[in-house]
């Protein structure tokens, strides 16, 4: 690990007992969307730093206090989270993933004024007022990460389906904002793995299933054993600091502290890996300072809005 040996202190995780109404898929979708809000407000304290930086700041990041270049209260997240919120929110509305209605979703999104937008996510968006057209053009300039870390919604929505309508919907939403061959690759692994792991299956299949595949078609998304440290962006560099922190842990609470440490794009790595790790780990492992630092509407707007997407994914 990064800190290379040091103990940090550790609260217990909480034990959950699942919901009565929740099913045991249901438990691991919200782990998964409460997981992704986690990682989203541990990490955008850290975000732009470099890994000296938070040594320097912090010896190891591992709690969730705000601020950040953001200024963030402690506990808020930014637009990793909203943004899949929203595009959840019109995923329920609409019955299905639509490509039309994640536009408006994100459109609606943008004018509230989130405390934080991307820059392509931003120029697409502003092209989709003028032109009411909700597929941005093909650019290989747009392979950001603004679509993959959103992609739960889908995930959950599309659990159960067959391959070719889960891409479909993957696509139908991500192209609003990244038209972009990487960018499509890394948000479909995504997708299926967290419906892997929402099936119960174990992470070695799972690499060996999705991620091999996925470095087969695009080689430059392998890694070696060297950090990916201060990631930025780009969606190859996100899913290869994701990936060497989520293979090479093996808890929820490791995962999330290795990854954020990492500096860079911080918010974004960790809302990523906190998906995944929230749908492999499940809830119990979530650390209690964790789901009680995170702000609470959030929280529960995550919990809610997982169980409707599965129960919509079952009807």
């Not at 120029?123 to 053009?137: D, K, M, V, W, Y």
Request: hydrophobic share 45%.
């Amino acid at each position: 690990m990064f800190w290379s040996g040091e103990l940090i202190a550790r609260t217990a995780p909480i034990r959950h007992r699942p919901a009565a109404e929740r099913s045991p898929l249901a438990d691991r979708a919200v782990a998964a969307y409460v997981g992704l809000a986690i990682g989203d407000a541990l990490g955008a304290t850290v975000e732009f730093m470099t890994p000296r930086e938070i040594r320097a700041q912090y010896r190891i990041h591992a709690d969730i206090t705000g601020g950040g270049w953001l200024r963030l209260r402690a506990g808020q997240v930014t637009d990793d989270t909203t943004m899949a919120l929203a595009l959840g929110e019109s995923i329920l509305r609409h019955g299905a993933v639509d490509a039309q209605a994640a536009a408006e979703a994100f459109d609606a999104w943008m004018r509230a004024k989130p405390v934080d937008i991307g820059n392509t996510v931003r120029r697409n968006l502003i092209t989709f007022r003028s032109t009411g057209q909700p597929e941005a053009p093909a650019s290989e300039h747009d392979a950001g990460n603004g679509a993959a870390m959103r992609v739960l919604p889908v995930a959950l929505a599309c659990h159960g389906q067959p391959a070719a309508k889960t891409i479909a919907a993957s696509r139908a939403q991500a192209h609003v904002t990244h038209h972009n061959a990487m960018s499509d690759a890394a948000c479909e692994t995504l997708i299926f793995m967290v419906q892997d792991f929402l099936a119960g299956r174990d992470a070695l299949s799972v690499e060996r299933e999705r991620v091999i595949p996925l470095v087969e078609r695009f080689p430059v998304f392998a890694w070696d054993q060297k950090h990916r440290d201060n990631p930025s962006g780009f969606v190859v560099d996100t899913l290869q600091a994701v990936f060497q922190s989520f293979f090479a842990t093996e808890t929820f609470e490791d995962c999330l502290i290795d990854v954020v440490n990492r500096g860079g794009d911080a918010d974004t790595t960790g809302a990523i890996a906190g998906m995944l790790a929230g749908a492999r780990y499940g809830l119990a492992e979530i650390p209690r300072r964790w789901l009680r630092g995170v702000d609470e509407l959030t929280r529960v707007r995550c919990e809610k809005q997982a169980a409707a997407l599965i129960a919509l994914a079952g009807a």
